[in-house]
C-alpha cells in the first residue's frame, strides 16, 4: 500500500525556518515526483512545487522561489521541504502528495504555525 | 501565475447531479490533458478522483465523471448523495519553455441539500 507519512506539527516564531519531512513507502520512491501543497486556514489549495528524487530536479511556484527549498534522501525514501524567513502567512497546513502530472497519492499533513 | 476559476459553491438534492466548471488558459486547461479532480472533506486531506481529464482511479465512483472544452474543464456528480458533501479542487500542469508548474482552481463547496 503506497503511503505517505509526514513530520509532526510545527510551531515558530517569525524570521525561523522549518522543514517538513515526507516518508515513502509502497513504492519505489525515485519513481515518482514528490509535490508540495500548502492550505492555508480556510483556504484552498496553493501548490508550491515539486522535487524529483531521481534526480534531484526542482521546480516552484513564482511566489515561493528563494524562500522554499525542496530535498530529498533516496536511502530512506525521504522528501523535505524547508521554508526560510517565516512569517504570520505561512501559518497552514502542508501537504505533500506522489506526483508527477496529478497527485494520487497523499500525506496526512503537517500544521506549521508562526507565532511570535 | 493565476490560480485557476472555479464557482465558490453549488448545491443539488440527493439524486440529481451537479457540474463544476474549472476555467483556465491556453497555457493551462486548454492546452494540457493533465487536468485533475480532488474532493477534501472537512479537515482531511484531499483525494484524487479524477485524472487526466476524465480518468477514476481504483475505488472511485462511476457517479464521478469529467470533461474538457477549451479552456474549461467539468467535475459532473450524478446521483448525488449526501457524502459528496465536501469541497472539490481542479488542478492542472501548465507546461512552458522554462517552467513545468501545477495551478490549483480556488476550490467549490458542495452542498448537499
Known amino acids: 500500500q503506497m503511503q505517505l507519512l509526514q513530520s509532526g506539527a510545527e510551531v515558530k516564531k517569525p524570521g525561523a525556518s522549518v522543514r517538513v519531512s515526507c516518508k515513502a513507502s509502497?513504492?519505489?520512491?525515485?519513481?515518482?515526483?514528490i509535490h508540495w501543497v500548502r492550505q492555508a486556514p480556510g483556504q484552498g489549495l496553493q501548490w508550491m512545487g515539486w522535487i524529483n528524487p531521481n534526480n534531484g530536479g526542482t521546480n516552484y511556484l513564482r511566489n515561493f522561489q528563494g524562500r522554499v527549498t525542496l530535498t530529498w534522501d533516496t536511502s530512506i525514501s525521504t522528501a523535505y521541504m524547508e521554508v526560510s524567513s517565516l512569517r504570520s502567512g505561512d501559518t497552514a497546513m502542508y501537504y505533500c502528495a506522489r506526483g508527477p502530472f496529478y497527485m494520487a497519492v497523499w500525506g496526512q499533513g503537517t500544521t506549521v504555525t508562526v507565532s511570535s | 501565475q493565476s490560480a485557476l476559476t472555479q464557482p465558490a459553491s453549488v448545491s443539488g438534492s440527493p439524486g440529481q447531479s451537479i457540474t463544476i466548471s474549472c476555467t483556465g488558459t491556453s497555457s493551462d486547461v486548454a492546452g494540457s490533458n493533465f487536468v485533475s479532480w480532488y474532493q477534501q472533506h472537512a479537515g482531511k486531506a484531499p483525494k484524487l478522483i479524477l485524472y487526466?481529464?476524465?480518468n477514476r482511479p481504483s475505488g472511485v465512483a462511476n457517479r464521478f465523471s469529467g470533461s474538457k472544452s477549451g479552456n474549461t474543464a467539468s467535475l459532473t456528480i450524478s446521483g448525488l448523495q449526501a457524502e459528496d458533501e465536501a469541497d472539490y479542487y481542479c488542478a492542472s500542469y501548465s507546461p512552458s519553455n522554462t517552467l513545468e508548474i501545477i495551478f490549483f482552481g480556488g476550490g467549490t463547496k458542495l452542498t448537499v441539500l
Open positions: 509502497g513504492y519505489i520512491f525515485p519513481d515518482n515526483y
Open positions: 487526466d481529464v476524465n
